[in-house]
Nanobody, 122 residues
Framework: QVQLVESGGDLVQPGGSLRLSCAAS????????VGWYRQAPGKQRELVAG???????TYVDSVKGRFAISRDNAKNTMYLQMNNLKPEDTAVYYC????????????????WGQGTQVTVSS
């Protein structure tokens, strides 16, 4: 069983930055693909960024050039650095641990964190 705990969500002004963290328990983190999802009110949950054990990454088009996903396998922790935040980035952000899949899905989550709220507003 893997438990994921996110932190770092906050209220920030447009153009600001935040860094989300997700700490994982257990001993499978280093060998699994991980990612950050978000869900805004009235919208479907979407994969924002993902990273494989070897460091290959993917990003949704709307965050390319602004967000960066990283992982520290020694600490069982993943991060999402978010820069130049926009109001449309407002959502609950979830970290997930799972398996890499083919096609547009990219990641099949097996474990989810509880979510952390990111609000971008002036």
């Amino acid at each position: 069983q893997v438990q994921l705990v996110e932190s770092g969500g906050d209220l920030v002004q447009p153009g600001g930055s935040l860094r989300l963290s997700c700490a994982a328990s257990g001993d499978i983190f280093s060998v699994r693909t991980v990612g950050w999802y978000r869900q805004a009110p009235g919208k479907q949950r979407e994969l924002v960024a993902g990273i494989t054990p070897r460091g290959s990454t993917t990003y949704v088009d709307s965050v390319k050039g602004r967000f960066a996903i990283s992982r520290d396998n020694a600490k069982n922790t993943m991060y999402l650095q978010m820069n130049n935040l926009k109001p449309e980035d407002t959502a609950v952000y979830y970290c997930a641990v799972g398996s890499r899949t083919g096609g547009s899905t990219w990641l099949r989550p097996d474990y989810w964190g509880q979510g952390t709220q990111v609000t971008v507003s002036s």
